[in-house]
């Protein structure tokens, strides 16, 4: 993965895992709810992952956020 592209996701990761925090979820808490594995929103909020849109919007539907919130960084 270019440099660019990993900043971008590290950002991403870290904006996500900041709004989880504020709505007092926890990793396995979130993964629950979008019925996936912990370890891939742990992957995401690390940059490690690069989600999908659809898993983006899950996401930001259960934070209870607009999607484009996730990207203002």
Avoid: W
Avoid at 26 to 32: D, I, M, P, R, T
Avoid at 39 to 61: H, Q
Wanted: hydrophobic residues 40%; glycine residues 6%.
């Amino acid at each position: 993965m270019k440099s660019k592209d990993g900043q971008f996701l590290l950002k991403l990761g870290q904006k996500i895992k900041s709004v989880r925090k504020l709505k007092k979820l926890s990793q396995e808490a979130l993964a629950e709810k979008i019925n996936i594995h912990p370890t891939t929103i742990g992957r995401i909020e690390t940059g490690k992952l690069n989600a999908s849109t659809l898993m983006l919007y899950r996401i930001a539907d259960v934070l209870e956020v607009n999607p484009k919130e996730f990207f203002d960084f």
